[in-house]
């Protein structure tokens, strides 16, 4: 089991507090509305009379995992906010949440900012759904199928289905006692994997479209004119980066998309650090998965070299021999 010394305090905040407001970063993941709308679960079969409320967007395609809750800023003076999977403070949804009597950060990106009173940030486990399910486990908290199915949701999002290098030992020990509460992981996955014939289509695009340089850097340009043509959202078409991460030879990659008057930019990788890029271009994020925000297109051709240039000298040793 993880070692927080922090927990203890954690659960002093959420047992002292009657109302508790759960954030989490803008444009959520799986992991973050997992964890966020799990935690909450939790909360609130441990604690029923405690207003246990969460906040932020919601994006259609992730509807089923449950619905996000209106407060008002008068309610933050009392009450303890935790904020989940969210790096640093400008990533936060809901405009209120650092006004909290109280702020605790749980996290498993790197620590860029410590904007909470109390935090646990451990960049070794898989998600922050994970960190929810072991925290549950150290504070004697029940989990139940509910916030059992929106913790492995969570999981299995941050883990790419537990292929990604992220998921450890530990992660398949949690997810197993997730699965052990009943929980139906074939209508997980058939709701977090579902497509639209629009979005197949776009990957199609994708697909036909990737560019890959001499250092193993394969890229896809999605402009506006794209997205008109496909019917797709910026959002839709972010998700595709990992369409292509099976091409022999490939070491990072990624995507350019257009939304409104700015480009964002996913980057992934499977050896070369590529967060150090990602920072230089206003983002950040985890050394295999990283995303950043250019202006205009021009600087797309930066992007590539300055990734060219971490993905050069890397070579997969073990294939090597
Ligand atoms: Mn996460």
């Known amino acids: 089991m993880a070692h927080w010394p922090e927990a203890a305090t954690i659960l002093k905040l959420i047992e002292a507090a009657d109302t508790i407001m759960i954030h989490r970063h803008v444009r959520p993941d799986p992991d973050a509305l997992g964890s966020q709308l799990g935690l909450k679960r939790i909360l609130e079969v441990a604690y029923p009379e405690k207003q246990v409320y969460v906040v932020g967007g919601i994006v259609r395609d992730l509807e089923f995992l449950g619905k996000m809750e209106h407060v008002e800023p008068e309610m933050y003076q009392e009450a303890l906010v935790i904020v989940l999977d969210t790096a640093n403070h400008e990533r936060i949804d809901g405009p209120h949440a650092l006004t909290g009597k109280t702020v605790v950060k749980i996290d498993h990106h790197p620590d860029e900012d410590a904007y909470a009173t109390h935090q646990i940030v451990d960049t070794t486990v898989s998600s922050t759904s994970e960190m929810i399910a072991e925290l549950a486990g150290i504070w004697g908290l029940e989990l139940d199928e509910a916030s059992a199915f929106l913790l492995f949701a969570g999981i299995v999002g941050d883990t790419g289905r537990f292929q990604f290098r992220n998921a450890t030992p530990r992660t398949f020990e949690v ?3 997730l699965i052990n509460h009943g929980i139906d992981t074939n209508r997980l996955y058939r709701q977090m994997y579902k497509t639209n014939l629009a979005t197949l289509q776009l990957q199609g695009y994708v697909l036909q479209n990737v560019i890959v340089t001499d250092a193993g850097v394969g890229y896809v340009k999605i402009d506006a004119d794209v997205l008109r043509t ?9 998700l595709l980066v990992n369409s292509f991460s099976g091409l022999e030879g490939l070491k990072c990659w990624v995507m350019f ?7 964002r930019v996913r980057i992934r990788s499977k050896g070369p650090v590529i967060n150090e890029v990602a920072k230089r271009y206003r983002g ?6 990283a995303g950043a925000t250019i202006d205009k297109w021009e600087e797309m051709d930066e992007v590539i070299a300055a990734l060219d240039e971490v993905a050069a000298p890397f070579t997969f040793e073990t294939e090597e021999s």
């Not at 950040?284 to 998965?289: F, I, Q």
């Open 175 to 177: 997810a197993a006692e």
């Open 284 to 289: 950040g994020g985890h050394p295999m998965a």
């Open 230 to 238: 496909f019917h797709a959202t910026p959002e839709a078409a972010s």
């Open 257 to 263: 998309v257009e939304n409104k008057d700015e480009i």
